[in-house]
T-cell receptor, first 117, second 114 residues
Framework: NAGVTQTPKFQVLKTGQSMTLQCAQD?????MSWYRQDPGMGLRLIHY???????DQGEVPNGYNVSRSTTEDFPLRLLSAAPSQTSVYFC????????????????FGPGTRLTVL | GDSVTQMEGPVTLSEEAFLTINCTYT??????LFWYVQYPGEGLQLLLK?????DKGSNKGFEATYRKETTSFHLEKGSVQVSDSAVYFC?????????????FGKGTKLTVNP
């Protein structure tokens, strides 16, 4: 199992450019999510999905779009990058609860470090 | 709303020292509580968890007890090692829309010197 994979590892964008951060998992998890990590702020939830075709907003969704066409993939799109989106982005996945016999542990990818100039 | 407050770092200790990282929470209902650890350059990984009051989670010498009366989940280790240097996040789960989401504290950076 590769677990949760993210690409790219590093990215530099200019203000106004668009890009897609990729996330994939091979654990057949229904639940996938995107977080951003900023100094002194911990991790904040951007968007999440409880299954293919279902997405919802988290705490800080503005400026980001997501879609979930398959169980495995959950890309995060920045339509017009801004310096305020400079951050480290983490994708995570887990089983959807309640599943009493299965751990609700969230598994995290290695992160994408994004800089917007 | 639901939130987690953990002690601000950074925390610097010598090897074999005792570690406590305080974590308190505010939540409606009965959340599950977690400690995640992030080693340098890596993503987060689950360290331990507790799902109900008075449960003790433990892993790799770390322990934390779910204290409902004080709404706390403090992380402790009796003798830290250099390899424990990392950022530690306390978190709880919030049930919303039929699924559970994690709410994180801001993280505490631990540095252990030899």
């Amino acid at each position: 199992n590769a677990g949760v994979t993210q690409t790219p590892k590093f990215q530099v964008l200019k203000t106004g450019q668009s890009m897609t951060l990729q996330c994939a998992q091979d654990m057949n998890h229904e639940y996938m999510s995107w977080y951003r990590q900023d100094p002194g702020m911990g991790l904040r939830l951007i968007h999440y999905s409880v299954g293919a075709g279902i997405t919802d907003q988290g705490e800080v969704p503005n400026g980001y779009n997501v879609s979930r066409s398959t169980t495995e993939d959950f890309p995060l799109r920045l339509l017009s990058a801004a310096p305020s989106q400079t951050s480290v982005y983490f994708c995570a996945s887990s089983y959807v609860l309640p599943v009493a016999e299965i751990s609700n542990e969230q598994f995290f990818g290695p992160g994408t470090r994004l800089t917007v100039l | 709303g639901d939130s987690v407050t953990q002690m601000e770092g950074p925390v610097t200790l010598s090897e074999e020292a005792f570690l406590t990282i305080n974590c308190t929470y505010t939540a409606t209902g009965y959340p599950s509580l977690f400690w995640y650890v992030q080693y340098p350059g890596e993503g987060l990984q689950l360290l331990l968890k507790a799902t109900k009051a008075d449960d003790k989670g433990s892993n790799k010498g770390f322990e934390a007890t779910y204290r409902k009366e004080t709404t706390s989940f403090h992380l402790e280790k009796g003798s830290v090692q250099v390899s424990d240097s990392a950022v530690y996040f306390c978190a709880l789960t919030v049930t919303q829309g039929g699924s559970e989401k994690l709410v994180f504290g801001k993280g505490t950076k631990l540095t252990v010197n030899p």
